[in-house]
């Protein structure tokens, strides 16, 4: 109690001192913009050199370092030619500098020519002979050059005379006059980052020009664990997704944007909106929590659903060890590092996004009317008395559509306002943002707001910063009972039953099992009547101050923090959609309210020492302590309402109460060198000691050490100047990462006070001991190996990188089924049994063509994995995912892990002949077969049908995982095209057990009028009510669940010029409007075949605490086993939208 | 150099101030108490005797499978079109060793087991606690429930699945226990009834309360382990014990209504109480954990209801004529209940009566907390006259069937007339066992009695091999299929002959 005391005082000093920080900052800002918005009256230049000062403390930098270090600490971008990186030159500076003094300098120094065009600065070098002339006799032309970058002008372009050394520059404003030699003159106007025009003079005197970009930055800055690297510097496996690629797909969720970014990383959805996707980086590396690790702005989070799009500036994923093992503990899963948008020096700037619009679904399954229904269960059932019964007769005239029923199209709208902006000094960023989308199921949806303020300060040799960001969701789940779908349901209603019935408890009509001879549930009932709301508050941020000791050597610090809480509120009202019987009622409100709440602290204290030495040995080296405390409280309470549904309050009846907490310690210590001769043999090396307090006192500690090298082979002299080949890197990396994903104190046991029974009238509380405790705990390690190779053609305009991997997790860290019989509450122990092998392939094809009017690019990435379970320790196998009482996943030794398991079915038993001679009739004697039935492969070819002819018949995990992506722009107009899909994976479609499954009387799809009725009738839909191995887990239900799907297609037009006519502060109006999913290119037959996990809620049944991970009754996640399951999934919406993007 | 030494001093500095850190590394589970401090107080002990009787309440025992199971298979229930697969399987002897809620039915029976291994387990730590705290008489009771518990638990194991492993202390690896025979199951069983009994209070103990196993619930059980075993001399002794301390009720309904529990005929009950809540129900297949005090029978067997299963023709046709115990059973077309007058959909002629709540509910709900009364003195009566009629007691035997036939409120003629004489003759051995077997179907329908009867009887094969039961085979369940995957001490050979 005393410690947790503490940690409440510690965290309420931290917070406390974050709100006093983040106050004292935005007054600082506030201060600081009023002094930078007189400066901005005087000049109208949007970034003057002269007003940008900078901190500068280089020693021996060589130009490319020089630029970097201007770059990170300022909006503008250099822009140069290749042979530019190659000088040798090194330069040092110490002090604050304007910008324009210190390019003054280099230009001095380097005979380099600088030009600022609005945030670029174009390098290049001074040519010799290059003496601007003045020839008056000829004629002049005059004309303004402008980019679609800068309407108003490009200020610094060479415009030269052909074949001549005769030229001049533009002028501030992009005028130029030069004079012509003769009408065939050809002027060639030329800028560094802009593709070279060549006009011919002809008659004219004036000509105007406007200049396309040539994007072609070379130095791109990769963020990795704890700390960023240049690309070309990079040896790991990394994908790097630009923060435009996140918002280009209107989303209500980070990780769905993902999806088809990054080679090797799968996103499966997972249901209604808001709810998190599945996401698995280079397939699955254990059997038990395959989560990922989220570091958000440098601190561990526990999820990333809370963010908002618009305020990522990147997203890398981190697939190897090379780049994991340095978060040790946690990296085996892989690594997904987001890096918020900060303030860059400048002119404050407002940036406006907003889209609207609306989603909807198309797909339905084909389902019998009422006159259907009735001809298909006199035939196949006999007719309940519904059907026979004159009194009914009117009830039969309905004919309810219950797929219309339970579906709508969604309002989907999201509101983005950012300010960013700074001084020499401090930077900031704030931005707010509002998002909502209706689902395509009634009932169901999500709206979140989201508060950022990112800054930072520069004080002599101290940094300090801070990031902060809350977010406030709010998620209406899909709702079902007993676990069954809406869709489900909408399925098996009779359809002459009425959606509502006033004169019922509730309003709604269901069934009576009797009169109708069925029990499916009213969906809109279960949909509408209960009310499930997932609230979610959670506010993460950072502060970090890095002092430089001495040159090249800083001390950071940082406290990171996440608070999180979840709040659940559910209300069932009493219903009765019987009023002839007691189908479907309950004569009491339930009400549900769970809270849960998260908070963590990281410490990381770190020492970075950069340096390079005799030119060309760059060094770095860090070394970092951390510590992360979580402390996760939760109360849960329900209770009955006889008395009324207008009280969402949980009172003293039928009550239950109880509340649990957990915490989580874990310390770690890291070193970590990186060494590159010359930028050309690349070495790092890591070394990281982690202890967690999941694991017992002789096992906690745990050592993560990874090796990388790189060549990079287009360096070599033989190569460096070839034209064709601008970039071969051969890279490759080992390492060991660990997972300590468990439940906290599964070392020891506890004892379970959660049981009850009536004695004497009393509730009598029970209690006995929880589980096996296992004190030797330890943890589970990732041995991966990755070798990668990055080709780059004609400067980069082709590129080409491919990968490939072999992971082997060892000591898994799996619950291992205790024997029933030992008869353990908690039915398993976590024990380190078992290993698995991951290994595939990843490719990434880029195409750029930067010229012309019209320029495209293409990206297009791809990635396999191929599993396979080595070893489960004392367990052949492990099951799960269950339906209709029968497990559908199986794990087994020598198999990929969570593959369907059950019959394998081969057509229908036409005759009883066929039955009797059939595998010698067992198949009769042992289940039951008739004509009509399905006949089942006799696997193990034991010439006997039973229950052991099980065998795997398909694999919910795709082989292959891919994207592409086309962009396009042609003058004002940009285009996007994004595809992506997975290959060679199977969907296990449950709906075909309603659909046409017929075990007893439900509605089901039109299928079941074709049914077997007699010899010859039907080989695929087998005889109404027959053996119910027609209905247990078999090939029946799998189908193919391959698909490419158009994501994405959008067209936008900027309008900024336009704007600008009336307005001329606009820097950037864009308007677009987009469609997402509008095509899916696939056999499934279900309403969508990207099938995740099924994340329906029940009402009143708690939700996974914060933390946690849904478990099954096994302890194993959920999600592995159900996985590619369709229970009636959420399906994936299409979408339309439009939206503007201002800046100004 | 001095960069390097600048380094490692604040290398240090800072390694040191994590090293306090060290300490938050040991963590204790907050929510839960540990093992090594239970087991010190009265109230510790009394929850965890309590704990064993929760596992009776699961689904995977009498809040669902139990009644579906064994009325199913005994075919005194027949199948509406709706009832779902995994009972109709009972119906049609189709289940494998992969049925979950055989699985359920054997996991609910040996976490019942475990629970009572922890209290036996700490038996000595019990005693230590003082006599101020806990009287020795009420430690000897709880000894006696947890050993009953454990008993009727492994009764039901052994004889629903034959041979299984004999489990008596806390595990204390993941490693697991092979099978035991079916005899060395047996004579636990009865060691801990014959202990149970001694301990218990009997229900007239001023310690003793509703709802607990008594010393009278300890004989019964025993007699009727005994019996199974064919051992009636000692299932003989162990009713003695029980006979005249128990009676008939007047009226055959109030066996199997809320408002009548622990009557003088109720010997062990499972007991529901919907009001103290039963928010569990659907997610304790076989932990027990949670509110769950009601049962699905009302609602699954409810003609009004969910209507699943109806009594079967068979059992329906078994009554004599005028039996009043058939009106007491179920439910015909034009009878009156609490919603007005009986109008039995798709054309059956009889529903369930018999722990329905139509008695004074128009509609069942999920909630039906009519105790099981798995024990009742009519049962002991009943398995007397068998017991002595194979000692060769006819007298006595036909005087037990009588005195069941003599209930007031079913009051019908007895054996041994003439009038009877012409529906049941009772003049050998052989006709007055058909007459136990006429007398128990009919006075114990639908109280799960009929299946294990049959199969011990040996009569399982004739009268249900029509329905797929096969001799050697569907006498007990498969052994689940996960049982034999999580223990290491059992193959695929070990599973119950019939079901490889």
């Given amino acids: 109690m005393k410690k947790k005391l503490q940690l409440i005082k510690k965290m309420t000093r931290y917070l406390f001192f974050g709100v006093l920080m983040q106050a004292l900052f935005i007054g600082v800002l506030l201060a600081h913009e009023g002094d930078a918005q007189v400066n901005l009256e005087k000049n109208e230049v949007s970034m003057n050199l002269k007003e940008v000062y900078l901190n500068v403390n280089l020693k021996r930098a060589t130009l490319v370092d020089l630029f970097g270090e201007i770059e990170k600490n300022t909006d503008f971008k250099f822009f140069y030619d290749k042979e530019i990186l190659n000088s040798k030159s090194k330069y040092s500076f110490n002090g604050e500098l304007s910008l324009y003094d210190l390019l003054l300098e280099i230009s001095k120094e380097s005979e380099l020519h600088f030009k600022q065009v609005n945030k670029n600065i174009n390098v290049k070098r001074i040519e010799k002979d290059f003496i601007p002339q003045l020839v008056l006799q000829e004629s002049t032309v005059t004309g303004k050059v402008v980019s679609n970058e800068n309407p108003d002008g490009l200020p610094g372009v060479n415009v030269v005379i052909k074949g001549t050394s005769q030229g001049t520059v533009t002028d501030i404003d992009g005028n130029y006059e030069i004079n012509a030699p003769s009408r065939e003159s050809i002027l060639v106007f030329s800028s560094v980052g802009f593709v070279s025009e060549e006009v011919v003079v002809g008659d004219r005197s004036v000509i105007n020009l406007t200049l396309q970009p040539d994007i072609t930055s070379l130095e791109e800055i990769v963020v990795v664990g704890y700390g960023t690297q240049n690309r070309a510097d990079v040896t790991g496996a990394i994908s790097s997704i630009d923060g435009d690629k996140i918002n280009s797909v209107p989303t209500a969720n980070v990780s769905q944007a993902l999806q088809g970014r990054a080679s090797g990383v799968t996103v499966i959805n997972n249901g209604s909106p808001g709810r998190a996707p599945t996401i698995r980086i280079r397939g699955l590396g254990t059997i038990n929590n395959n989560e990922p690790l989220y570091v958000v702005d440098g601190v561990i989070t526990s999820s990333i659903d809370g963010l908002n799009q618009n305020d990522i500036e990147s997203i890398e994923v981190l697939k190897d060890a090379s780049t994991t093992a340095v978060y040790g503990s946690k990296g085996s899963n892989g690594v997904i590092l987001i890096t918020t948008k900060s303030g860059k020096s400048g002119e404050v700037q407002v940036n406006v996004n907003a889209y609207a619009g609306s989603q909807w679904t198309t797909e339905r399954f084909d389902l019998l009317n009422t006159d259907q229904y009735i001809q298909y269960a006199t035939e196949a059932f006999g007719a309940p008395p519904r059907l026979t019964d004159p009194q009914y007769a009117s009830l039969l005239q309905n004919d309810t559509d219950w797929q219309d029923a339970i579906f709508q199209s969604g309002v989907i709208q999201n509101y983005d306002v950012a300010v960013s902006g700074g001084g020499q000094n401090s930077r900031f960023r704030i931005s707010a943002g509002y998002l909502s989308q209706d689902g395509v199921i009634i009932e169901t949806g999500t709206e979140r707001y989201n508060f950022r303020a990112n800054s930072n300060f520069t004080v002599g040799k101290l940094k300090v910063g801070e990031n902060l960001s809350l977010s406030i969701g709010k998620l209406r789940p899909e709702l079902n009972n007993g676990g069954r779908s809406a869709i489900e349901h909408a399925i098996k209603m009779a359809p002459y039953l009425p959606i509502y019935e006033p004169g019922n408890l509730g309003g709604f009509r269901g069934p009576n099992s009797a009169l109708d001879g069925q029990d499916a549930e009213n969906p809109v009932r279960v949909l509408k009547l209960g009310n499930v709301e997932n609230n979610l508050l959670n506010i993460v941020g950072n502060i970090y101050g890095e002092f430089e000791i001495v040159d090249g050597l800083t001390f950071k610090t940082q406290v990171g923090t996440e608070y999180t809480t979840f709040n659940y509120n559910s209300i069932t009202p009493s219903y009765d959609d019987d009023v002839e019987g007691g189908t479907h009622q309950s004569d009491h409100a339930v009400i549900a309210k769970y809270n849960s709440k998260l908070q963590s602290v990281i410490l990381t204290n770190s020492l970075n020492y950069r340096k390079t030495f005799a030119d060309k040995h760059n060094l770095e080296i860090l070394l970092l302590a951390e510590s992360t405390s979580t402390e996760i409280n939760n109360l849960n309470a329900q209770s009955w309402n006889f008395l009324t549904n207008s009280v969402e309050q949980v009172s003293n009846t039928n009550s239950n109460v109880t509340s649990t907490s957990s915490e989580y310690y874990r310390l770690g210590y890291l070193a970590r060198i990186n060494y590159n001769y010359d930028s050309k043999y690349l070495l790092g090396v890591s070394y990281r000691r982690d202890a967690s307090s999941r694991f017992g006192k002789e096992n906690r500690w745990g050592a993560f050490p990874s090796v990388a090298v790189g060549w990079r082979i287009s360096e070599e002299n033989f190569l460096v100047d070839n034209s064709f080949i601008s970039n071969i890197k051969l890279r490759g990396s080992w390492g060991i990462t660990g997972n300590d994903n468990i439940p906290e104190y599964r070392y020891s046991t506890g004892i379970n006070s959660n049981f009850h029974y009536p004695i004497a009238g009393q509730d009598a509380l029970g209690a006995t001991i929880s589980g096996l405790a296992n004190p030797n705990l330890k943890w589970e390690e990732t041995t991966m190996l990755n070798v990668g190779l990055d080709l780059g053609f004609l400067s980069d305009q082709i590129t080409v990188t491919a990968e490939y991997y072999d992971n082997e997790s060892d000591d898994l860290l799996m619950p291992r089924i205790l024997p029933i019989s030992s008869g353990f509450n908690d039915g398993t122990v976590i024990e380190n049994v078992g290993s698995m092998k991951t290994k595939g392939f990843e490719f990434t094809l880029g195409y750029n063509d930067y010229e012309g009017d019209f320029k495209w690019s293409a990206l297009l990435n791809m990635g396999t994995s191929k599993n396979e379970t080595l070893d489960l320790g004392e367990n052949e196998f492990i099951d799960g995912a269950g339906f209709e009482n029968e497990n559908i996943s199986r794990t087994a030794v020598g198999h990929p892990a969570f593959q369907f398991y059950g019959w394998q079915f081969d057509g229908i038993f036409q005759t009883q002949e066929e039955v009797n001679n059939y595998a010698g009739g067992t198949q009769a004697s042992n289940l039951n077969a008739e004509p009509g039935d399905f006949r089942i492969v006799d696997a193990n070819g034991d010439g006997v049908i039973n229950a052991d002819d099980r065998t795997f018949i398909g694999n919910p995990f795709p082989k292959l995982t891919y994207g592409l992506n086309l962009t396009a722009t042609y003058k004002g107009f940009d285009f996007d095209l994004f595809f992506n899909g997975l290959a060679g994976v199977d969907v296990y479609n449950t709906n075909i057990y309603d659909l046409e499954g017929m075990p007893r009387l439900f509605n089901s799809g039109v299928e079941v009028l074709d049914r077997w009725t007699g010899p010859g009738t039907s080989n695929t839909v087998p005889r109404a009510g027959g053996a119910p191995s027609n209905t247990q887990v078999s090939s029946r239900f799998v189908e193919n669940g391959s698909f490419a799907r158009l994501r994405n297609i959008s067209i936008g037009y900027d309008l900024t010029s336009t704007i600008n006519m009336l307005n001329g502060k606009v820097s950037k109006f864009r308007v677009y409007i987009s469609a997402q999913n509008l095509f899916t290119i696939t056999d499934y037959s279900g309403l969508d075949p990207e099938v995740g996990q099924y994340t329906g809620a029940q009402a009143g049944t708690p939700p996974t605490a914060l933390g946690g991970v849904a478990t099954n009754a096994n302890g194993q996640p959920n999600v592995n086993f159900q996985t590619g399951i369709d229970l009636g999934n959420y399906p994936v919406p299409k979408s339309f939208v439009g939206g503007v993007q201002i800046q100004f | ?500």
């Fill in chain 2, 1 to 500: 150099m001095k960069i390097f030494i600048k380094f490692i001093l604040v290398w240090l500095v800072f390694l040191i101030s994590f090293n306090s850190c060290n300490d938050k590394l040991e963590l204790t589970n907050p929510s839960q108490s540990s093992p090594e401090t239970f087991m010190e107080t009265a109230a510790q002990v009394q929850a965890a005797v309590n704990a064993v009787y929760a596992n009776l309440q699961t689904r995977g025992l009498y809040a669902r499978h139990m009644f579906f199971s064994m009325d199913n298979m005994a075919h005194e229930n027949a199948g509406n079109p709706q009832l779902e697969s995994d009972k109709l399987q009972y119906l049609e002897f189709t289940f494998d060793a992969s049925h979950g809620a055989i699985r359920a039915f054997w996991e609910s029976c040996y976490r019942g087991i475990n629970k009572a291994n922890y209290v036996l387990g700490n038996e000595e730590r019990i005693n230590e606690i003082p006599d101020e705290q806990i009287p020795q008489a009420t430690k000897d009771n709880y000894i006696g429930e947890v050993k009953f518990l454990r008993a009727y638990y492994y009764f039901l194991l052994v004889s629903r699945y034959g041979s299984v492993p004999l489990i008596t202390s806390v595990p204390e690896t993941g490693d697991g226990t092979p099978k035991s025979s079916v005899e060395e199951v047996y004579q636990q069983v009865i060691s801990d009834l014959e202990d149970a009994a001694a301990g218990l209070f009997d229900k007239t103990d001023d310690g003793y309360e509703n709802g607990r196993a008594s010393k009278g619930a300890a004989y019964a059980l025993l007699g009727k382990v005994h019996l199974y075993r064919g051992e009636y001399q000692e299932a003989k002794d162990a009713f003695e014990n029980v006979l005249g301390e128990y009676s008939l009720v007047d009226d055959y309904r109030d066996n199997f209504l809320e408002e009548t529990e622990h009557n003088d005929e109720s010997i062990f009950e499972v007991e529901y109480q919907e009001d103290l809540g039963t928010a569990d129900m659907w997610n304790s297949d076989a932990s027990g954990e949670g509110l769950t005090e009601a049962t699905f029978r009302g609602q699954e067997y409810g003609w009004n209801d969910w209507f699943n299963v109806y009594p079967s023709d068979d059992l329906l046709n078994e009554y004599e004529a005028g039996d009043p115990r058939y009106v007491d059973n179920f439910y015909s077309n034009g009878e009156t209940f609490a919603g007005g007058t009986v109008s039995l959909p798709l054309s059956r002629v009889a529903g369930w009566k018999k722990y329905q709540n139509y008695y004074k509910e128009a509609n069942e709900n999920l909630y039906s907390s009519i105790n099981f009364r798995i024990i009742r003195y009519a049962d002991v009566l009943l398995m007397m006259a068998e017991i002595e009629n194979e000692m060769d007691n006819p007298t006595e035997a036909i005087n037990y069937l009588n005195m069941v036939r003599d209930r007031p409120s079913t009051s019908m003629p007895n054996y041994g007339t003439t009038e009877m004489d012409a529906l049941y003759p009772v003049g050998t051995k052989g006709e007055i066992f058909d007459a136990i077997v006429h007398e128990r179907k009919v006075e114990l329908a639908g109280e799960q009695a009929r299946f294990p009867d049959l199969v011990r009887w040996g009569m399982a094969a004739d009268v249900l091999g029509q329905y797929g039961f096969v001799a050697g085979k569907h006498e007990v369940f498969p052994i689940p299929q996960n049982e034999i995957n999580s223990n290491n001490a059992l193959t695929n050979s070990d599973q119950n002959s019939g079901y490889n």
